[in-house]
């Protein structure tokens, strides 16, 4: 995905542009989430967040594949 660019070419910072560069590391935390609401034995609340996680992750490979 290319940011549209502010004068001086610098990239305008926006919430797709930030999700994006840091994607890795929200995924990581939505499962460390999930992992945390699995122990507590909240397995329907470990699966939203995980839900969220795949909704990402397929979109960002759709993002990819354009």
């Known amino acids: 995905m290319s940011e549209p660019a502010q ?4 990239p305008v ?3 797709a ?4 560069l840091y ?3 929200i995924l ?11 122990d507590q034995g ?7 967040y995980r839900g969220i996680a795949k909704k990402l992750a397929v979109a ?3 993002e990819k594949q354009v």
């Not at 004068?7 to 610098?10: K, L």
């Open 7 to 10: 004068a001086g070419g610098q």
């Open 13 to 15: 910072e926006t919430v």
């Open 17 to 20: 542009g930030i999700a994006t």
């Open 23 to 25: 994607l890795g590391n």
């Open 28 to 38: 990581y935390a939505l499962e460390l989430a999930s992992i945390a609401l699995t």
């Open 42 to 48: 909240r397995d329907v609340d470990a699966g939203f």
């Open 60 to 62: 960002h490979g759709r």
